[in-house]
């Protein structure tokens, strides 16, 4: 399949477009600040997110592994959305149907006003109770108490986050394979593609004959699956999109 990388085609197709979806990973917010978890500055000390982003890694020492979520929540606190997020936030208004399927636990696109998200991954201001498995929101940076307790019963809290080799909520899974499999276009921005099953969901879309529309400065293993791949920052591309889209639709409106 030939990979289309200008923008007029693509314009002409979401002008007539009602459906859209987009899949967003942690290129999006690396505009923000917020580090990749395979680019250089990922690692937290000397470890790498998977040696702690594990059930097994939390149960061996929560404090350590409450360290580094409270580093990442201080990072990701002292952070805004940027244009990228804010492209999508403006689009839930423009298409009557979009919705965001996000694997990133940041919160940043309800920061930039979005409301129709998906958050397979969860969201690192969520905690929940590993007793009772009740979540609450905490917003402190930094916690209080590390490892934090549940004020309810006592015992240890943890991240409302899916972690390697966890599985997915499986009705947001089934909501979010819904989505792509009856979207007509579906962007997917700065996953590097290789986490599953979140992977799978363009795969999911391109089957239902959606037009696939990649942005990432780096191919991925979507790319070839793509009918367009625009290769660069998340905060330009999204932008140029939306400036074109509103050439065409100066008032926003169908
Ligand atoms: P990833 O780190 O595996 O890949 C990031 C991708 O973004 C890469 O393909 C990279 O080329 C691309 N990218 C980098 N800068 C970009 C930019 N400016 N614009 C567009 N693309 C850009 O991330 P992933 O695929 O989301 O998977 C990793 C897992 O890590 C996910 O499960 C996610 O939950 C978690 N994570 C989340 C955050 C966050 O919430 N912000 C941060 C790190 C990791």
Not at 47 to 65: H, M, N
Not at 69 to 96: C, M, T
Request: hydrophobic share 40%; net charge negative; aromatic share 8%.
């Amino acid at each position: 399949m030939e990979i289309k990388t200008e923008l007029a085609p693509l314009i002409d197709i979401l002008h007539k477009t009602k459906r859209v979806v987009v899949l967003t990973g942690a290129g999006i917010s690396a505009e923000s600040g917020i580090p990749t978890f395979r680019g250089e500055e990922g690692l937290w000390k000397t470890y790498r997110a998977e040696e702690l982003a594990t059930l097994s890694a939390f149960i061996k020492d929560p404090r350590l592994i409450w360290e580094w979520y409270d580093w990442r929540r201080g990072i990701i606190g002292s952070k805004d959305f940027n244009p990228g997020h804010q492209v999508l936030a403006n689009w839930e208004k423009l298409f009557p149907a979009f919705h965001v399927i996000t694997q990133n636990i940041d919160g940043l696109h309800q920061k930039a006003g979005s409301y129709n998200i998906l958050e397979l991954h969860g969201n690192i201001w969520k905690l929940r109770c590993t007793e009772e498995e009740t979540i609450t929101e905490n917003h402190s940076t930094p916690l209080g108490e590390i490892p934090p307790h549940c004020s309810n019963c006592g015992a240890l809290l943890r991240p409302h986050v899916v972690w390697f080799g966890e599985s997915l909520d499986p009705s947001i899974l089934q909501s979010a394979f819904a989505l792509s499999s009856s979207c007509e276009v579906m962007f997917v921005v700065g996953t590097s593609a290789v986490v599953q099953p979140a992977a799978s969901l363009p795969l999911s879309a391109a089957d239902s004959d959606a037009t696939v529309v990649e942005i990432n400065p780096d191919p991925t293993p979507i790319t070839p699956y793509a009918d367009f791949s625009f290769r660069g920052k998340a905060g330009d591309i999204l932008p140029r999109i939306d400036g074109e889209l509103s050439l065409i639709n100066p008032s926003g409106e169908e």
